[in-house]
């Protein structure tokens, strides 16, 4: 079955570093989104995108986040400078169509120090 | 916001059954869907409704009532590894997925 595939599958970070987090969705998908679950928590919405641009978007997504589908086949995650509370697993996932279930890539743990 | 509420934890035994109840208040619905999620690991997906009405998936069944803001998942014939954690979570609009906090299943031989 075709698979969201997330790079790294670990990142770690100084506090107030940049990181960009990788995704390839799969390749007929055309919705695009970022999730995040603090260890213990819920699944959280951070961003979805769709056409080349960003549909809807989560009070979490603020300026210091940023998302871009460089080309045809990546999707990526820029956090511009972290803060500790960004430690979570960031989870990618894409869905061909409008009524169709979403599929989630392996996740993206990001430590924040 | 988004109200969706599910119990926390249940604990069941082997070749039982569990029902996991979700209800939801929420700015919009397209349609609701269960998660399994093992721990360290991304949510796979069981189910989705859209429609009043129980859908059957083998083991595993979800129904819907729409009007009562309600779902469940029911678990048939629990095997040891259907211990995880299960999402409900609702498309509120033809975007956005949001999901509950989780039911952690333990299933005891």
């Known amino acids: 079955e075709p698979e969201v595939t997330q790079t790294p599958s670990h990142q770690v970070t100084q506090m107030g570093q940049e990181v960009i987090l990788r995704c390839v969705p799969i390749?007929?998908?055309?919705?695009f989104y970022w999730y995040r679950q603090i260890l213990g928590q819920k699944v959280e919405f951070l961003v979805s995108f769709y056409n080349n641009e960003i549909s809807e978007k989560s009070e979490i997504f603020d300026d210091q986040f940023s998302v871009e589908r460089p080309d045809g086949s990546n999707f990526t995650l820029k956090i511009r400078s972290t803060k500790l509370e960004d430690s979570a697993m960031y989870f990618c996932?894409?869905?061909?169509?409008?009524?169709?279930?979403?599929?989630f890539g392996s996740g993206t743990q990001l430590s924040v120090l | 916001g988004q109200n969706i509420d599910q119990p926390t934890e249940m604990t069941a035994t082997e070749g039982a059954i569990v029902q996991i109840n979700c209800t939801y208040q929420t700015s919009g619905f397209n349609g609701l869907f269960w998660y399994q999620q093992h721990a360290g690991e991304a949510p796979t997906f069981l189910s989705y409704n859209v429609l009043d009405g129980l859908e059957e998936k083998g083991r595993f069944s979800s129904f819907l009532s729409r009007s009562k803001g309600y779902s469940y998942l029911l678990l048939k014939e629990l095997q040891m590894k259907d211990s995880a954690s299960y999402l409900c979570a609702v498309r509120v609009n033809d975007y956005k997925l949001s999901f509950g906090a989780g039911t952690t299943v333990t299933v005891r031989a």
């Open positions: 390749s007929n998908h055309l919705y």
């Open positions: 996932a894409s869905r061909v169509g409008a009524g169709e279930k979403l599929f």
